[in-house]
């Protein structure tokens, strides 16, 4: 059981909904680096074997929410739902991609279709700067990446798409920094504890009793 309070996590999760609507504002999502621990790890799955893993704050900053995130001005992800367990020390934030591009059309925003959303793991550090302090340990997202890519060749085709958009869609594949085949990955896809069976609640067919 974690020894975060509930209320800890609670306020730990505003002032992440804060960071993610001011740097929404501006453009720029490194400042939120500032919210994971030194040692976390943060990923996501493209392909079956290509992988997004940073481990490290400094990888969250300069590939997870600069690299990754470079081109998607005027993109909003609003969190629409939030299911916390204050036991595992754990928040599900459930969001929406939202492109802040108007379809002629629909005369609504480009949007991925689909589910979308970040499992977080918390806890609150121990030794150096950050002692004391509430920082994510570890986070894993996940969405359709079918539905991304459909939505991204709609607004490429509508020809609204900015420049900068133009410029992100061409970083892709195994040579952009932090993505890795299966077989590489430098964390697990499930999150550390997971993947341990820390959490088990459903033991595999055939196991014994």
């Not at 599900?92 to 492109?99: F, H, V």
């Not at 591009?101 to 918390?122: H, M, N, P, Q």
Request: proline share 5%; aromatic share 12%; charged share 25%.
């Amino acid at each position: 059981m974690s020894d975060l309070t509930r209320a800890e996590i609670e306020e730990f999760w505003e002032t992440w909904l804060q960071v993610n609507r001011d740097c929404e504002r501006t453009g720029d999502w490194r400042p939120m680096a500032e919210w994971y621990a030194e040692d976390t790890t943060y990923g996501w799955m493209l392909t079956p074997d290509e992988h997004f893993m940073a481990v490290g704050r400094d990888q969250v900053r300069d590939w997870a929410i600069g690299i990754e995130m470079d081109g998607f001005d005027g993109w909003h992800y609003d969190y629409v739902c939030t299911v916390i367990d204050e036991q595992k020390a754990m928040v599900i934030g459930l969001w929406k991609q939202r492109s802040g591009i108007l379809d002629d059309a629909t005369g609504r925003e480009y949007e991925v279709a689909g589910l979308g959303g970040s499992w977080f793991g918390l806890k609150r550090v121990t030794e150096g700067a950050d002692a004391g302090q509430v920082k994510i340990d570890w986070q894993r997202d996940w969405f359709d990446f079918g539905s991304m890519s459909h939505t991204m060749m709609a607004i490429l085709s509508s020809g609204k798409a900015p420049d900068t958009l133009k410029e992100r869609v061409k970083v892709f594949g195994h040579d952009v920094p932090g993505h890795y085949h299966a077989a590489d990955l430098p964390s697990t896809v499930w999150p550390p504890p997971v993947e341990a069976g820390q959490y088990v609640t459903q033991a595999p067919a055939g196991a014994q009793p």
